[in-house]
């Protein structure tokens, strides 16, 4: 059966979702036994030489997305003498990037002594932090090494293959782990040892599959000077995507400190709980969505302007729709779930007020999604000063807005930068230098978005204040908000009927991929 764009990008994303939740649940399940038979001390090392590996991996940063956008048009015209040496490129990248790892690495290690010489280390032995960091940076180098290649199955829109081969390994990696750290004595050596034991085989499945997929894909690194040459846009784009990364970097690093300086630590720490659940929630979404940008990449090197425009506007109406379930989530339900979740003395529900303005943020981050994909596949990063301003501007507002209106006040000011940057700018770039279009025509298709979730959500909130929906156990929390939850995606789905022709059009489409498929089912 052949696959469409449209069906590989479900196919992707619903494999994608499905492993998601299940690693979520696995995860839920395994850091209490984590906990409990290894203690806070070690889940801190862990976290702590993980953090000192990102930030040596930022010599990385923009590479990847640079080379997914070199991919794009030799996958759609199947060039493979291009796709072949683009990969021998970023082959080359990556052994420089790793000499620098390593080089930071061994620098790193003859500092242990005196980094983990501090009092809460002394009932830790020294060698879990050697262990645990020799494990850890051996699983980073193998994918700079060996594992780069893999890039090629989410540019051809078959990430879901990756996702169920390698990611069903770490899910039975983890399984196994939960059951070392039950029955075994000093478990966390069978711990590491099983996280080098499933990179290896990891490394032999990929093998597998690219001999399987891609015979004919070559990878000549010794050719990386030559190459370098021959492709000099991938380095530019790779300048250009390193400094929007170093800005999303800076605002996400900012914001946190900039809330901190508002508010008590009580504050702050019912702040995190309701960004806890932003974050998983916006992190199903990415789930789901994110393997639907290998297939605007393909879709951008067909460049057919009808489909390609087509597509943004359907892609524009789902993923403000998702952004809308989102924020209904945590400002109609997140104050009353974080109580029966965390406990009352721990889990302080903040004032409406502040959980509108995190809801708020949650809705214009998610949203912003079509103008970063459509801009990244068609390479257009040349806006370097975008990221800096918009931390700038980040930093400005909120520390004004956060002087004379507290934590809501630098809320505010986070969602005003990102207003001003990415979703006035961006579209102001993507339309007029992407698509040859007027601003106004995204202006006009996408007003009415935040208008429809501002107004049913508010009207939803209403109702339950006004008929006392109770929500006082676990038990009615699920049951009433379910119901709640199930009705407002009911009415909202029939409101983007009604208001948005980029939803029916997408909707008619999926329905005519579902009849399709069905059919060729019967037929055969």
Known sequence: MVQTRTSKSILNSVVALLFYLGNIAITIYSRPVFLKSLGTEVQGLRSTLGTMLSTMSLAELGLGAAIAYALYRPLHEKDRATISDIISLQGWFYRKVALVVTAGAIILLCFFPYIFSKKPMISTPMWYAYATFLVLFFQMIIGYLVNYRSIIFNA??????????????YIGKNVLQIAVLYFLPNPYVYYLLLE????ILGVWVLERMIRKDYPWLESKIKD?????????????KTKQIFVHKIGEIGLHTVTPLTLYAYTSLPVVTSYDNYMILVSNLGLIVGSFLNSIVAGIGSLVAERNKDKIMRFFWEYLALKNYLATIVTFAIYCFASHLIPLWLGIDKGIPLADGIVFWIALNAFF???RGPLDSFLGAKGMYSDVWAPI?????NVVFSITLGYFFGISGAIAGLILALFLIVMVWKSIYLFRMGFGLSPWTYWYN?????????GTIALTDYLIDFFKVDFS???YFFLHGGFIGISYIFVLTLVYFMFSNGFRTLAHRLWELFWLQTK?????
């Open 224 to 236: 990386g000077p030559i190459l370098v040459k021959k492709y000099p846009e991938v380095l530019s």
């Open 389 to 393: 301003a918009e931390t700038a501007l």
């Open 446 to 454: 996408y007003l009415k978005y935040p208008l429809i979730m501002v």
């Open 365 to 367: 981050s998610i949203s």
């Open 156 to 169: 051809d829109q078959r990430g879901y293959r990756l996702t169920m081969n390698i990611q069903g390994f």
């Open 196 to 199: 080098v034991v499933v990179t």
């Open 520 to 524: 060729q089912r019967w037929i055969k």
């Open 473 to 475: 156990t676990l038990y």
